[in-house]
């Protein structure tokens, strides 16, 4: 299964995974397309700290809010760090004091919650338990994926909510693809001492010199030693570097570049 975009016309087109735990939770994905941002953030960028013009950021989020059908004020967004601290979202209460929070990852057992991560090549980690109804997203990048974020969802799912990782429907967003991912000494070595005996899967040496990593089978490596079925993990094959005309890419673009949405609800 891969997302497929949603375009009718005169509306915000957007990404969606079909049919996700049978319907019983929508995974959302946004594109560049359809805001009002411009230049480098053209045109939907819906992070506020990338540079952008604020007001342009409101616009975006509105239209975004109106596209998904989901009230503005049930998105949960958090202050991402790039670390693997997992928010719980346990109350009514907690959807507007717990906003904001230092944290990657969130889990909500609540309905019409929208947990939201913001990227731009990291990839977006979607779980969700049809039995316990529970939901979580995490927002893993090399960083997030060696600290094995999506299993700490995994683990907190089970332990508040008796969720079982074989139950769970999963999914992978849009990323920075084997084919651009380009990394350094650095990367390598995080990912070798994260996947030992593993991690020749993990990292591959293209025409240059120079190794590329593979997010998506990690991603997917930690979700099936978390318990998660194989036939469980939808991994998007789009590429974020590569689809730039679709998407908005922190390393395609040097840096100076909008936010995509990865919106999970139940
Ligand atoms: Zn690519």
């Known amino acids: 299964m891969e997302f497929v975009l949603k375009q009718q016309q005169e509306e915000l087109p957007y990404l969606y995974l079909p049919l996700f735990g049978d319907g019983g939770a929508r995974a959302l994905f946004t594109t560049r397309l359809g805001g009002v941002s411009r230049g480098c953030y053209s045109s939907l960028n819906l992070g506020y700290h990338t540079g952008d013009q604020p007001d342009a950021v409101t616009a975006n989020r509105r239209l975004t809010a109106q596209a998904l059908d989901i009230k503005d004020d049930r998105f949960f967004t958090v202050n991402q760090v790039h670390g693997d601290r997992v928010l719980v979202i346990e109350s009514e209460t907690d959807v507007f004091s717990k906003k904001g929070s230092r944290a990657d990852a969130m889990v909500t057992h609540l309905q019409d919650v929208a947990l939201t991560i913001f990227c731009a090549d990291c990839q977006a980690v979607y779980i969700y338990d049809p039995l316990q109804r529970v939901i979580a997203i995490a927002h893993s990048g090399w960083r997030g994926t060696v600290a094995r974020v999506a299993a700490n969802c995994l683990q907190v799912m089970s ?27 650095n990367v390598c070595a995080a990912v070798k001492e994260a996947f030992p005996g593993l991690w020749q899967r993990l990292l591959a040496k293209k025409d240059t010199d120079r190794w590329h990593f593979k997010i998506s089978q990690a991603n997917s490596l930690v979700l099936q030693d978390a318990g998660v079925r194989k036939e469980n993990i939808c991994i998007s094959k789009l590429c974020t570097i590569c689809r730039q005309d679709i998407f908005f890419s922190h390393r395609g673009s040097k840096g100076t570049t909008g936010r995509m949405a990865a919106v999970l609800i139940q």
């Not at 332990?159 to 084997?178: E, K």
């Open 159 to 185: 332990h508040l909510y008796g969720s079982r990782p074989r139950d769970c429907r999963t999914a992978l967003s849009p990323a920075a693809g084997c084919c651009c991912y380009e990394v350094g000494e």
